[in-house]
């Protein structure tokens, strides 16, 4: 059951009946939502109800069945995965993926290579333009430094550093390319008590600061709806749930997903 949000041409991201097979498994049957221009939107369900595939059909590592994915009104349907960040796509993994030889600095560069757009020869020559964009580039990265509190080890190799701050450097990656929409898979994963509170701040200074939207894979239900504007919530590849955080939280098939059919009884 749906709790509820209507289709609206000016949210950022629509995803419309989405089906995803893997051979004869339905990893997602039909799937709807919106996320709304700087909108925190929390993705939540159980092991195995299809959120991650979800982010894979977004960010085009998965091409989806059939259904429709659009951001700003076009479709994703067909586009390459390394057009996604030209688009205004950022996005984090699960299991963090940097270059764990290469410094903080230049780990987060490498997000930022779709903004470089004078060319070769230009670069090769240090024409203005060039110098424009690593300027602009540079600032940024400062930025990033400052906010995500990396700049004490901005010149370490990321594989030097504690798992926290890989994630937040991770994080500074997804962020430098100035996405409209970032997508956050398991961001408190492996996080102490007090590293998700900070997570939890961090996520409403970015959305505030970089005014763009945030669609968030998480299993820490409190971090979840206390961050999210709205909640989407899968099981078996189908939604089961959509609206604010706390009409999500009080819906039977919710209930039912996470805690089994006798909670689910008495809850209601």
Known sequence: ????????????????????????????????????????CGLIGPNGSGKTTLFNCISGIYRHGSG?????????????RHRMAGLGIGRT??????????????NML???HHLAHSGFVAAMLRLPATR???????????????????????????SSLPFGTRKRVE??????????????????????????EELERLLRQIRAHFD????????????????SDSVVALEFGLKIA????????REPEVIRAYLGETEAVHAA
Request: charged share 25%; hydrophobic share 50%.
């Open 1 to 40: 059951m749906s709790v509820g949000t209507g289709r609206d041409d000016g949210d950022l991201l629509q995803v419309q009946d989405v089906i995803m097979r893997f051979g004869g498994i339905v990893a997602l049957a039909g799937v709807s939502f919106n996320v709304g221009r700087r909108q925190i």
């Open 68 to 80: 429709d994915i659009r951001f700003e009104g076009r479709s994703l349907s067909g586009l390459a």
């Open 93 to 106: 993994f699960q299991n963090v993926a940097l270059f764990n030889s290469m410094t903080v600095r230049d």
């Open 110 to 112: 490498v997000g930022a």
């Open 132 to 158: 424009r964009e690593e300027a602009a580039m540079q600032a940024t990265l400062d930025e990033l430094l400052d906010l995500l509190d990396l700049r004490a080890v901005a010149e370490r190799q990321v």
């Open 171 to 196: 994080l500074a990656r997804a962020l430098i390319g100035r996405p409209k929409l970032l997508l956050l898979d398991e961001p408190a994963g492996g996080l102490n008590h007090t590293e998700v």
């Open 212 to 227: 763009l939207s945030i669609l968030l894979v998480e299993h820490h239900m409190n971090l979840v709806m206390r961050v």
């Open 242 to 249: 959509d609206g604010t955080p706390e009409a999500v939280q």
